[in-house]
Structure formats: C-alpha cells, structure tokens
Nanobody
Framework: QVHLVESGGGSVQAGGSLRLSCAAT??????????MGWFRQAPGKKREGVAH????????NYADSVKGRFTISKDSASNTLYLQLNNLKPEDTGVYYC???????????????????WGQGTQVTVSS
C-alpha cells in the first residue's frame, strides 16, 4: 500500500504561483519502485493528467497545457513529490491529485489507469 497526502493548494490570482506537495507513506513489504504523477479535475470536467515523473526521477512528462509553467520533482529521501505551479491561469483551477503506480499500462505516461494509488486531492483556485 502507498498512502498519499497532498498539501499546498490555495487561492491565487492569475500569474501567481503555488507549490503542491504530496507525502507518500509506503507500507511494510511494499516496493518503493513506483512512478508518480499529478492529475487535476475541474468542476464538471473529466480528470486530466498534468505531469509524470519516472521511478528514478530523471524523466518527466507534461500535459501540453502546462508545459513551461509547471515543474514536477521529487525528494526520494523524504518520499515527497512536488509540483511547482507558475504563471497560473484561471483554467488551472481544480482539485489536484497525486498518484503512484508500479506498471505502465500505456505509452501515455499520463494514462490514469496506470496509477494504483491516489491522494485525496488539494484545491487550487485561480482568479482572473
């Protein structure tokens, strides 16, 4: 089992920044060899992938809508995943979830069925 808890959400004006964190707790006998991602869901919309980071933290992928503005990173020593959100836009508003997975089920690294464990989400609201 991998337990994920997000934090760092809030309300900002367009152009502002936020840093989201996701603390991971791994149960005994559970592998730590997982990849992670951030997803978001706006009201009335389908959940979408935002960013992915590989198992060793050296590879990352982003949705086109956030490239150049968001940065995913992780601190393996503390089992914490981060998402730096810069130049925020109103369309970035939504609940942001972190997720962890052990086996890719698609070449699309933001395919949500590849992720086995999900956090409870943190709200990001961007006003114009």
């Amino acid at each position: 089992q991998v337990h994920l808890v997000e934090s760092g959400g809030g309300s900002v004006q367009a152009g502002g920044s936020l840093r989201l964190s996701c603390a991971a707790t791994v149960s005994k006998f559970t592998s730590t060899n997982y990849f992670m991602g951030w997803f978001r869901q706006a009201p009335g919309k389908k959940r979408e992938g935002v960013a992915h980071i590989g198992r060793d933290g050296t590879t990352s992928n982003y949705a086109d809508s956030v490239k150049g503005r968001f940065t995913i990173s992780k601190d393996s020593a503390s089992n914490t995943l981060y998402l730096q959100l810069n130049n925020l836009k109103p369309e970035d508003t939504g609940v942001y979830y972190c997720a962890a997975g052990f086996a890719y089920r698609s070449r699309d690294r933001l395919y949500d069925d590849s992720y086995d464990y999900w956090g409870q989400g943190t709200q990001v609201t961007v006003s114009s």
